[in-house]
């Protein structure tokens, strides 16, 4: 009975609003997304105002009682995306998720690709070399050409000509990607991940040759039905490629982990670092493939973290059953959504990887203390493998 006056309500709330917007202020429209910025605070220290469903803001919530109306980023059908404080309250829709765990051995397909992944041939000797990261700030390492092959670069652009760089993933078969569903999107233009380069560790290198041989085109985006960019459960995201991948030394899968009760306490994340060369004239930005050397924390101590001060603009709390933390590292920020979190396979295999999570919020530059905060892969395994490999 109460949750039915509460659709009523909201949905007097939703005729209400829309009438002033059309009545009123329909040419203020911002034309923003779901999850964009609509209004920055002065004070840098304090969360900026996103652009979030009617239902998920409390905050507007107790506002339209005393008829003041928020601004309106845009419209899903009739429902209202609205300008909302970041300090909005947790609502039942960003509330700790529970999901059933996947159980040690239940993996049908992801194990058994494993097993083909490792036995694909490797020459120790050729392993490359690494390039400098010349941003010292960053408390990160350069990686070896041919140490990560499975990384990925996710791009955004009409053309070849005109890609921007602004997404990680990992190749996890000879035609699919793992990534963010937050990389399905990027920058205020809005593209569609349509581009995915492969077997390089930095942008310089791209020529006529290697976009012939190791630049896909996205086919089908899929993300989870259950993301909601309002909060940042279910972040994961599957991209076909237009055609199958030939694997090589430097370009070869990576293997999943579908044991839920493995819970490694030191892991590797690998992230394209952008450097930045000035010219005369311009800047030239350059993505160089880099790694750090992580500790996972607990679920509540990562709570702990993110149920104090400025940390509340996420307005979620963290779920150790679908998310891992690691530890913050001083110097470091978290740059390239969609990235593997990955631990090294025992038995010697130097460039045999299992992801264990994905890249998907955390701390901005100017956050200290703040934990990085990863999509959990064994806890989806059995909606990858539907996709990918049934």
Not at 118 to 128: C, E, I, N, T
Not at 359 to 379: D, E, L, N, Q, R
Request: a neutral charge; proline letters at 4%; charged letters at 20%.
């Amino acid at each position: 009975m109460l949750l039915n006056c509460f659709k009523v309500c909201l949905l007097l709330f939703y005729i209400e609003y829309a009438s002033h917007i059309i009545l009123e202020s329909f040419g203020q429209i911002l034309e923003l997304d779901e999850g964009d910025v609509c209004k920055r605070t002065l004070d840098n220290s304090q969360p900026h105002h996103i652009c979030r469903h009617l239902k998920d803001c409390v905050a507007v919530h107790e506002s339209l009682k005393k008829r003041n109306y928020p601004r309106i980023c845009s419209f899903v059908g009739f429902e209202p995306i609205v300008c909302c404080p970041s300090y909005n309250k947790v609502t039942p829709t960003t509330s700790k998720i529970t999901l059933t765990p996947s159980k040690s051995g239940t993996s049908q397909y992801a194990a058994k690709m494993c097993n083909e992944y490792k036995k694909l041939p490797f020459d120790f000797l050729s392993l490359g070399f690494h390039e400098v990261n010349k941003n010292q700030n960053k408390n990160l390492n350069e990686a070896y050409y041919k140490e990560f092959p499975h990384m990925a670069l996710i791009g955004y652009g009409d053309s070849e000509n005109s890609i921007t760089w602004d997404c990680g993933g990992s190749l996890i078969s000879n035609r699919w990607i793992l990534s963010s569903a937050q990389c399905n999107k990027s920058g205020k233009s809005a593209n569609f991940a349509r581009w995915v380069l492969l077997g390089l560790i930095n942008t310089d290198w791209i020529d006529d040759k290697d976009r012939q041989a190791n630049l896909y085109e996205i086919e089908k985006r899929v993300l989870h039905k259950n993301y909601r960019p309002t909060s940042m459960y279910y972040d994961i995201a599957l991209f076909r490629l237009n055609r199958e991948v030939e694997f090589s030394e430097n370009i070869r899968p990576i293997c999943l982990n579908s044991d839920h009760l493995f819970n490694p306490t030191e892991v590797i994340a690998t992230e394209w670092d952008q450097n930045v060369t000035v010219y005369s004239n311009n800047k030239k930005q350059t993505k160089i493939l880099q790694k750090s050397m992580l500790s996972t924390i607990s679920e509540n101590e990562c709570n702990a973290v993110y149920s104090t001060g400025v940390n509340k603009q996420y307005g979620i709390q963290i779920s150790g059953d679908s998310q891992i933390c690691t530890k913050y590292v001083e110097d470091t920020c978290v740059l390239d959504t969609g990235g593997p979190l990955q631990v090294k396979n025992p038995g010697g295999e130097f460039t045999t990887y299992t992801q264990i999570g994905i890249i998907s919020f955390g701390k901005s530059c100017g956050y200290p203390g703040v934990p990085s905060v990863y999509t959990k892969v064994s806890a989806f395994i059995s909606w990858i493998e539907e996709n990918v490999w049934k």
